[in-house]
């Protein structure tokens, strides 16, 4: 844990998915609650286990979640931080 007593410096990387479905002419609308995006689930939660996986092989780095306050099927937030000694 960063002590408040320290100097931090942030700094944003994005890595964004927007995802998008192509219908027949004769699709009636958003009707079915975007029922096809339900089939992102199983592999947002691979990508958020293999971010894991991957800064856990690499010294120096510490993960924790974030909130920017959006719903986790919305977005994911991860706070990456540095330990400088």
């Known amino acids: 844990m ?31 609650g975007y029922v096809w995006a ?15 996986r991957t800064v856990a092989v690499h010294p120096g780095w510490r993960l924790r979640p974030g909130n920017r306050g959006r719903s986790s099927e919305d977005e994911v937030t991860f706070i990456l931080e540095r330990e400088i000694a």
Request: charged share 30%; glycine share 2%; aromatic share 14%.
């Open 2 to 32: 960063l002590s408040s007593r320290m100097h931090v410096e942030d700094k944003e990387f994005f890595i964004r998915f927007d995802l998008r479905a192509a219908f027949p002419e004769d699709y009636q609308g958003e009707e079915d």
């Open 38 to 52: 339900a089939a992102f689930r199983p592999l947002a939660q691979a990508l958020v286990a293999a971010v894991a």
